[in-house]
Nanobody
Framework: QVQLAESGGGLVQPGASLRLSCAAS???????AGWFRQTPRKGREFVAA????????GYGNSVKGRFTISRDDAKNTVLLQVDSLKPEDTGLYYC????????????????????WGQGTQVTVSS
């Protein structure tokens, strides 16, 4: 089973940016990838997903226009650029992948994903 390791979280002020990275232990070209976050108020929430091909992306309503997901299969990495951070973005951010033969599908349901990382904490506070 693929191992995932997130990094890039931290404590930042409102309006700041972070670049979250998810490194996989094996080639990522066969996976659809997603980012989720866990917060006390909302539980596990869908943040973003990217298809195998990289051509299709999707975002949660609360992050649309501020977050950008991308992938670099040459480096076995999935990235999440988070801009204009708000206090309500605070949470533990997880990367997840699912093996799929469908090149342009994405999944918003966390139950669809096969493998998960341990998470990286993002705290937005003044």
């Amino acid at each position: 089973q693929v191992q995932l390791a997130e990094s890039g979280g931290g404590l930042v002020q409102p309006g700041a940016s972070l670049r979250l990275s998810c490194a996989a232990s094996e080639r990522t070209f066969k996976y659809v990838a997603g980012w989720f976050r866990q917060t006390p108020r909302k539980g596990r929430e869908f943040v973003a997903a990217i298809s195998r091909s990289g051509e299709n992306t999707g975002y949660g309503n609360s992050v649309k226009g501020r977050f950008t997901i991308s992938r670099d299969d040459a480096k076995n990495t999935v990235l999440l650029q988070v801009d204009s951070l708000k206090p309500e973005d605070t949470g533990l951010y997880y990367c997840a992948v699912k093996t799929t033969y469908l090149s342009d599908w994405i999944y918003r349901d966390p139950n669809e994903y096969d493998s998960w990382g341990q998470g990286t904490q993002v705290t937005v506070s003044s």
